[in-house]
């Protein structure tokens, strides 16, 4: 356990709060659409097409848990049939992904849920929550659970309790950093890269 007060986080790491949420019953008058030119389909996308959308919408965020899986894990993920994805389309180019995951039934879990930097700040985020929503508790869950950082937008916690999930934890992730080697150097500009002392020659 952490104790109160300031704690060293070793130069080539990073350390991000995660907050986990939940609802129990879907928010109510759920009629969010998307304009003609946006379209939402499931798919079951190839390692490939898959990685290169995850990328695209997480690269700012550090988005890597995907990244890091081998094809073979990430495929036995995108071909399960407990596993939903969602891709968001606009004028036939991917722009957004929601990933609804059943596994770990009677809860469901939004895994993913994210737009491309360029489709961001246009107003489809409610409508794919509106989606996820309805896909979530078409099935007989108990919980509709997710999971939000200090790393990601810093929009998405509010959107989040906008739609009617409630924050019921909270816990501190410390991993590598993976820029120089899964992202640019550049990427989440937001967040200083210190680098390891060895990294330094």
């Excluded at 790491?13 to 019953?25: D, K, N, P, W």
């Excluded at 990601?152 to 019921?168: E, I, M, N, T, W």
Aim: with cysteine; glycine share 6%; charged share 20%.
């Amino acid at each position: 356990m952490l104790t109160s007060g300031f704690h060293d986080v070793p130069n080539g790491q990073i350390a991000a709060v995660v907050t986990h949420l939940e609802m129990t019953t879907p928010q109510p008058d759920l009629t969010a659409d998307f304009p003609a030119t946006v379209t939402a389909t499931r798919k079951r996308l190839s390692v490939v097409d898959y990685r290169a959308l995850f990328r695209a919408i997480g690269e700012d965020w550090l988005w890597v848990s995907r990244l890091k899986l081998s094809d073979t894990d990430l495929t036995a993920i995108l071909t399960h049939p407990d596993v939903e994805t969602w891709v968001f389309s606009e004028n036939e180019t991917p722009i957004g992904l929601v990933e609804i995951d059943f596994r770990d039934a009677p809860d469901c879990e939004l895994a993913f849920f994210g737009l491309v930097p360029s489709a961001t700040g246009k107003g489809f985020g409610p409508a794919m929550m509106a989606l996820a929503q309805t896909r979530a508790f078409s099935r007989p869950i108990n919980r509709f659970t997710l999971h939000t950082c200090t790393l990601d937008s810093p929009h998405a916690l509010a959107f989040y309790q906008r739609h009617g999930f409630k924050a019921v934890k909270r816990c501190v992730e410390l991993f590598d950093d993976p820029r120089g080697s899964l992202f640019a150097e550049t990427a989440a500009p937001h967040l200083p890269l210190i680098r390891k002392q060895s990294d330094d020659g």
